[in-house]
């Protein structure tokens, strides 16, 4: 993911609402692709994963959407509750056999009531 | 179970001591990783195992030395750490290959004095 300096991007959205979160990612090599959710004083939870021969994965209530052309991943959340409310990053990884992740910045999610 | 375990929760330690860090999954899962987090940032890769043999170190300065001595368990030796090394640390497992999802455990949160 791209650096975006000392402070974590923020998003906030109305209960209820549908959350986009958004992450650009730098090799063109990579070919699987990963969202965790960290909340406060734990470690990251993994939520959805796609890979590169898919533009598009669905879970419950939450959508990756990928565009190889621009290196571009986004998280759709649909319905956002208050447990939504976390920091959400991006992790890509480069190859079959090569077990490094690389994580974007994050992005802090706040769902307000 | 899908659970990482990681213990202590919280560990303070000074720059003279000597404590570690441990892991436990019960997963079946052949690759094991510690990370560093500060606050705010995302997780650093540090080391990972593979087949309990250390297949990547990410540079980590030599105060830090990771052991594997099996394939459900993962330490972290500590000695002679600086307050800089103040940070999360989190532990996470995962199977080689095709389905490469780390699971992280809730992380050691280490203050160095």
């Known amino acids: 993911g791209e650096s975006v300096g000392l402070h974590l991007p923020t998003l906030s959205v109305q209960e209820g609402d549908n959350s986009i979160i958004n992450c650009a990612y730098s090799?063109?090599?990579?070919?699987?692709f990963i969202w965790y959710k960290q909340e406060s004083g734990k470690g990251p939870q993994f939520i959805i994963d796609i890979r590169s021969n898919m533009d598009k994965r669905q879970g419950q209530r939450v959508t990756v959407l990928l565009n190889k052309t621009v290196k571009h991943l986004s998280l759709q959340i649909a319905a956002t509750q208050p447990g939504d409310s976390a920091v959400y990053f991006c992790?890509?990884?480069?190859?079959?056999?090569?077990?490094?992740?690389?994580f974007g910045t994050g992005t802090r999610l706040t769902i307000i009531p | 179970d899908t659970e990482v375990t990681q213990t202590p929760k919280h560990l303070v330690m000074g720059m003279t001591n000597k404590k570690s860090l441990k892991c436990e999954q019960h997963m079946g899962h052949r690759a094991m990783y510690w990370y560093k987090q500060k606050a705010k940032k995302p997780p650093e890769l540090m080391f990972v195992y593979s087949y309990e043999k250390l297949s990547i170190n990410e540079s980590v300065p030599s105060r830090f030395s990771p052991e594997c001595p099996n394939s459900s368990l993962l330490n972290l030796h500590l000695h002679a750490l600086q307050p800089e090394d103040s940070a999360l640390y989190l532990c996470?497992?995962?199977?080689?290959?095709?389905?490469?999802?780390?699971?992280f455990g809730p992380g050691t949160r280490l203050t160095v004095t």
């Open positions: 992790a890509e990884k480069v190859g079959f056999g090569n077990e490094k992740l690389t």
């Open positions: 090799n063109s090599a990579s070919d699987y």
């Open positions: 996470a497992s995962s199977h080689l290959g095709q389905s490469p999802e780390q699971y």
